[in-house]
């Protein structure tokens, strides 16, 4: 897969001329009118749903935030060599490809981690792109508006969002609606000049609700729990058995899922104006329209041990985080529901595909063409999904194998030329380890660009995301247990899952780290 251009090889109804990625981050795919759920108002979510192709077997690759956008932007699940980090030297973002085929791409976000180190140079190859300004960890202000007096965060402390929110004054000021003005604005006034001069585009809309905080205008705020009272709990745990350990209280956790809730419903609801701009011009007719995330946000879920879950803790991808949602409007395609397993690489794929793009560096992603047109009923038959430095998982139609480290979680390696990653706002000393006199030139698959191969051995201090209190390896029957709740690890298929891990590892030729302390030599 080094080296790609596309030909068809078959029939679709109308091959789109533009492409419209529309990615909500941290969206629970449960909670979508779409896929079953009812606890929370979705109606412009389904309505994009009823005209779509809505996949149901669709899930996480590289995890979290900035790792997903590598999936989608770059093709190549990078979680097996590095975590959050930059574009690196050997491989290059669809845009690059896309501007060297004159398309033109465009970028509307409220995403501040596109602006810090670590995810700084995903927005240099768009066209253009419009920041949105004030979420979560935007540096946007250095000091807060007097009406803004805080909100109980569970010991984050003071935050960005702190100097940002009393700023809002509306809800028409707030990031998410932000960011939904200014696409609905682009696809009414930008894009029909770009079509009347025959000019392809690429949209890539990332905003970043319904991710914390779940900070949102009273009426929202109160829209499923109206007998709260005192500041919103807009800011989430990150907790394993929250309730039983006394970080929240039964009352505190129905408090933080109305929370999330009001969110999702309030960018839901400005969603329908981008949904609007689509209508009145008529944009369904020539564009392809993807709505996805880059992963669920556990609300109080239960792990393998019956523990509450909140955040993003470390633990394994259970289904609430890696089990996603995926819709796809293309012109000339009947709304219907596709089981194909499917995975964020695969959006990737499809993009190059539609534009006949070639990708230079090697990519995990299949394209989504094929099961679109009803030419073939699946593109993959396993993919892989996690954390650096944690869990590895491969996940099939019939289950979710997830494999820890079988003893000391050593050796690990990264493999980087730039050497950055998320910061943390408020230890801003805190960085990654710096390559040292072990370091190594190496070299990525199909790559003949120099990398730097740090190893890291029993003793190091590792990149913070490796870190968690417990490593598991469990197993899910996922035909016979669809909610994921019976550790089958014990059963004699279990085996046959670690070989095929190790198959498909040694496909993607991951590091020999990665057998090693999984135990897969």
């Known amino acids: ?63 979290p935030c900035i790792p997903a956008r590598h999936d989608i932007l770059v093709g190549a699940w990078d979680f097996l060599w590095k975590p959050w980090g930059s574009i690196e030297l050997w491989e290059e973002p669809i ?3 896309l501007r060297r085929a004159g398309v033109v791409t465009q970028l509307i976000t409220d995403h501040p981690h596109l602006f810090e180190v670590g995810g700084e140079n995903y927005h240099t190859d768009f066209t253009a792109w419009d920041y949105q300004r004030g979420h979560e960890s ?113 009352r505190d956790a129905r408090q933080v899922r109305a929370q999330y809730g009001g969110k999702l419903s309030m960018i839901d609801h400005w969603l329908g104006k981008v949904l609007d701009a689509l209508d009145a011009t008529n944009g369904w007719d020539d564009t392809a329209v993807i709505l996805c995330t880059d992963h669920g946000h556990y609300l109080g879920d239960l792990d393998v041990y019956g523990r509450d879950v909140w955040g993003k803790p470390g633990l394994p991808v259970y289904k609430p985080l890696g089990h996603i949602p995926m819709l796809v409007a293309w012109p000339g395609i009947a709304p219907s529901t596709n089981d ?94 710096m390559p040292d006199n072990r370091a190594v030139l190496d070299y990525m698959p199909g790559s003949t660009v120099p990398v730097i191969r740090q190893p890291f051995r029993e003793g190091d201090m590792l990149p913070f995301w490796a870190y968690a209190k417990q490593y598991e390896t469990v197993m899910f029957n996922r035909a016979e247990d669809p909610d994921e709740t019976v550790n089958r690890i014990d059963d004699s298929i279990a085996k046959e899952a670690e070989e095929l891990l190790r198959v498909a590892l040694h496909s993607v030729d991951a590091p020999s780290e990665q057998f090693e302390r999984l135990a897969l030599n």
């Not at 795919?29 to 077997?57: C, K, W």
């Not at 696409?183 to 079509?195: F, G, M, Y």
């Not at 699946?378 to 139609?397: M, P």
């Open 138 to 250: 935007d540096a946007w202000k250095t000091r807060p508006d007097d009406s803004w007096l805080g909100a109980p965060s569970f010991g984050r402390g003071h935050t960005h969002y702190d100097n940002s929110r009393g700023y809002f004054r509306s809800e028409e000021d707030f990031p998410g609606p932000k960011t939904m003005a200014a696409t609905a604005r682009w696809l009414t006034e930008d894009a029909p000049v770009h079509r009347a001069k025959d000019e392809r585009f690429f949209l890539f809309v990332d905003e970043f609700d319904p991710h914390e905080p779940f900070d949102t205008p009273e009426d929202w705020a109160m829209r499923y729990d109206d007998s709260w009272e005192g500041p919103h709990l807009v800011w989430p745990p990150y907790a394993v058995d929250a309730i039983k350990e006394g970080v929240m209280t039964e």
């Open 1 to 63: 897969m080094a080296r790609r251009s596309f030909d068809w090889g078959y029939s679709v109804t109308t091959t789109p001329k533009n492409v419209v990625v529309l990615l909500l981050d941290s969206l629970n795919r449960h909670e979508m009118g779409a896929y079953g759920g009812t606890n929370f108002d979705t109606p412009n979510l389904d309505r994009l749903a009823a005209r779509s192709v809505r996949f149901t077997n669709h899930h996480t690759g590289s995890l």
């Open 95 to 97: 845009t690059a490809s």
């Open 340 to 433: 194909a397993l499917t995975t964020s690489t695969d959006i990737h794929a499809t993009i190059a595909e539609i534009f006949g793009t070639t990708i230079k560096h090697t990519a995990h992603g299949k394209s989504l063409a094929p099961v679109l047109s009803e030419e073939a009923t699946s593109v993959r038959d396993w993919l892989l999904t996690g954390v650096w430095g944690r869990e590895v998982q491969l996940v099939t139609n019939e289950w979710r194998y997830t494999r820890g480290p079988q003893g000391k979680n050593m050796p690990q390696t990264m493999w980087s030329n730039r050497w950055s990653t998320m910061p943390i706002g408020s230890m801003p000393d805190f960085k990654m380890p």
